[in-house]
């Protein structure tokens, strides 16, 4: 990324931070309920480990890695990718998408920075307290490497997250109206709080090749306990890129062909 797409990236959270300082008993009411709804996602795995010592081979601290590794994405995604990609559905319905099109920048940045809203970001803070704990509790003390592989997993998740979400606008230029689509992967992502073990079958298949969602939140987990094969690490950072270049051809072919809400 160039110094001056990293300026505009700066200037974009300056304002959305200026924003939430305007609405600051706004800000911390959104941030505890975000916090609250973390809460919420433990709910479903207390019960069950009340029944059980592990689940699929997962014992509650190892559990914990997962969940903390899923609050951790969900915080990234509903502060930062999914009120901008969002936001740019509503333009490309109202015609409004064409002034972005004028702009001297790469619009798929322009989208993708748009719209911060940084109170989801609590998710993130949850989530790393989750992951200390649950990490502190499994009797397993990391090593550097797993550490290093864990980083870097979280950011083929991120990627695989945003690759997801720029596919759903890039439909958004044929069907105008993806709504309903973009709530339904809300929701088919709130799978991702269970271990990689619990799929079996057909969902196993879809939840790791077609919406990875066990290699966002499984993998980093795994790597951090040392379970993690090579050939599985690998296989998710470059099915990271696959997603980013399949996002990236479909994008642009999308606005290559736009014709404007006017005409």
Known sequence: MSVRYLRLLRLQLRTALLLALQYRLDFLVKAL???????????????????????????????????????????????????????????????????????????????????????????????????????AHSGHRPTLGGVLLALALVGASLLILYSIWIIVVGLAFVAVKVDNLTYLFGSIYEAARWPASVFRGVLAFIFTFVIPLVVMTSFPALALLDRLGSRQALGAVVGAFVFAAFARALWQRSVRFYTSAGG
Request: proline letters at 4%; glycine letters at 8%.
């Open 33 to 135: 309920l975000s916090l609250a709804w973390v809460s919420v996602a433990l709910v479903p795995l207390v019960v069950l480990f009340h029944q059980r010592d592990d689940i699929a081979g997962w014992r509650w601290p190892e559990a914990l890695l997962v969940v903390g590794f899923f609050s951790l994405l969900k915080g990234v995604l509903d502060g930062a990718i999914r009120p901008s990609l969002q936001e740019v559905v509503e333009r490309i319905r109202t015609g409004a998408f064409d002034f972005l099109l004028l702009k001297p920048a790469d619009a798929q940045f322009l989208v993708s920075t748009a719209r911060f809203e940084l109170w989801n970001f609590a998710d993130c803070c949850a989530g790393l307290t989750l992951i200390g704990y649950g990490l």
